[in-house]
């Protein structure tokens, strides 16, 4: 009867070093999916404008994109007006989620404060955040502020109403088992509510971000002299249609990695969900 021997520590980490990781298989699959889907999108609108279909006829090529956009990379102000958006964006993003999370925790959880402060939120919620941008160039001092308090607006509603359903999604008897154990209100919100609460916090995060962007757009327009936004409504103004594009790319790439970012956060703050 043949026995065979055990493998050396050294054996089975070079076994391990040559096992395929799933993990990493599967986002090289996503990577090549994507990339293939980048590609194909553009040679869609490739044929699109060469054939002159509907809609594409008057639309650069993507070669003539991609020759405005060089000619801005070796120009410093496309960097920052980079850096403006971003500055603009996270000012506003910050502060919104700094306020939004605490009054949805404290709003889900206290019903008392919800009955109070909910009927405000809830009329002022549907006013779009570009409505004011009249009030807020009158009310604030600088552009600057203006324009940050319109990003403010754009994501705070929405984290807040996310952090609230997610706080009032959670069971009622998980918390009435804790109380009946003994737990204090301190470790009923650190041990229950929060956590509960965090894919829908997340969530809230997510979308904000998306909306912060595109608020961003036309605050730039109306009240800013920089930024990706008024790089594109210059370039409009201009008659400079390949810069127009190469702007619309530039915001949904700058959105992409704001988003990516909260994601990385999300991943790192919930370890146990899958969601993100």
Known sequence: MN????????????RNRTRPVPGREVASAAALRGSAGIATFLALWQLGVVLHLPLLAKIPTPADVAAAWLSLLRDPRYYLDWLVSFRRVFGGFVIAQALGIPLGLL???????????FPVFEVLRPI???AWVPL????WPTPESSITFVIFLGAFFTVLINTLAG???IDERYVRAAISLGATPAIVFRRIILPGALPSIFT???VGMGITWSVLVAAEIIAGRSGLGYLTWEAYVAGSFPTIVVGMISIGLAGYLSSALVRIVAARAMPWSKRF
Do not use: Q
């Open 3 to 14: 026995v065979e021997a055990a493998p050396s520590p050294a054996g089975l980490r070079a």
């Open 107 to 117: 709003m889900g959880w206290k019903a008392a404060f919800r009955s109070l402060t």
């Open 128 to 130: 779009p955040p570009l």
């Open 136 to 139: 807020s160039i009158l009310f």
């Open 167 to 169: 706080v009032r999604a």
């Open 204 to 206: 809230g995060m997510a």
